[in-house]
């Protein structure tokens, strides 16, 4: 081990831009990577993608454990991560969403991709997903089975919809989602593949929810930033004042948590039951298996001043098992349980957090929208 350049390195990585992981932000320890012909700096999740890339385009060395030549410390020296995002990342659009460390592996693999093998960033006509259209075949679950079947999609900013067409021929879509009212998030454990992206809308008072994947990972991040692109352009014309970085944030949401609990039913005194529940904003849904079209019932959650709270435990009186709390609304009591201390203290900690949240217009809107007793 060459101790001078080890040191140097470590040197190196105490000036600014060098001290996170130039793909993901993630705090770089002594421990983490270097790509000795990129110039940048990195962490071990994606150290580990850039070697998926190949030596022709990354050449990655572990700080502690490698031998680094001179020339190579020379090279990270002058180059580093800053001076690496001024030349890839020239022309990230302001809708496209950068992964951090806590973001799914498509996202993380298809940014590095973006990046450093396909040049995205660099030439705005190889940015295929702002064309304001989009068209292709994806893999759906099928609404009532579990089947993936091969669907024609068709993505229309001009017309403020994404469609999907059921047979090959059919002249009238199965369904016209409006892409104002939709949301996209990937899901790829839940959906059992790492291309896995879940979509979601209102339709009848209720969550509609539509399970897709595709086999190339650059294309289901094409989508997902495509669908982006179209929602961003239209919140632009809607609200000219407001900033790209506000209305970037508005395009899709991750939920806030998922997971297993269980449930009484509206009297409280049924025996519980294992659902599938589901925190996207202030809409928490509840279904019977997690890839489910539609919840078996939902509540939007309002403040504290309109009569939400959120306590551990249930009344006396009530059947109570396991670490249970009730998550009380204005016109019910939903008692709940958790296998576990530590998911009731991350459900509570996470519902208590909405509650406390001032309600926007859009929260207003949605509350219109969904229909709250089931
Ligand atoms: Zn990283």
Known sequence: MNEKNRKKLLE???????????????????????????????????????????????????IPLDQWTDEQVA?????????????????????????????????REQWIRAKYERHEFMDLDKQTYRSGKKTGYLWKKGRDDNRFQHRLFVLSEDDNTLKYYNKENAKEPKATILLSELNAVFTPEKIGNPNGLQLSYIKENMTRNIYLYTNDGKDIVDWYMAIRHAKFNRLKVAYPGAS???????????????????KTGPKGNEAYRRRWFSLDGRLLS??????????????????????????????????????????VT?????????????????????????????????????????????
Not at 42 to 48: K, Y
Not at 84 to 97: D, G, L, T
Not at 244 to 262: N, S
Request: proline share 5%.
């Open 12 to 62: 190196i990585m105490k000036q600014p831009g060098n001290d996170v992981c130039a793909d993901c932000n993630a705090p770089l320890e002594d421990s983490d990577w270097g790509a000795y012909n990129l110039g940048v700096f990195l962490c071990v999740h994606c150290a580990t993608v850039h070697r998926m890339l190949g030596v022709q385009i990354s050449r990655t060395k572990s």
């Open 75 to 107: 090279f990270m020296e002058a180059h580093g991560n800053l001076k690496a995002k001024e030349k890839y990342e020239q022309y990230v659009p302001k809708f496209y969403r950068r992964p951090t460390e806590k973001d799914c592996q498509v996202l």
């Open 244 to 262: 790209d970085e506000d209305l970037a944030l508005q395009l899709t949401r991750d939920f806030l948590k998922e997971g297993w609990l269980a």
């Open 286 to 327: 509840y279904y019977s298996d997690p890839l489910d079209a539609f919840p078996k019932g939902e509540v939007v959650l309002g403040t504290r001043s309109d009569g939400f709270t959120v306590r551990e435990g249930v009344p006396p009186g009530r059947l109570d098992q396991l670490y249970s709390f009730t998550q």
């Open 330 to 374: 204005p016109t019910r009591q939903y008692y709940l349980s958790a296998d576990l201390q530590e998911e009731r203290r991350q459900w509570m900690e996470v519902l208590m957090k909405v509650i406390d949240t001032p309600q926007s217009r859009q929260d207003k809107m949605l509350m219109s929208l969904v229909n709250k007793e089931k």
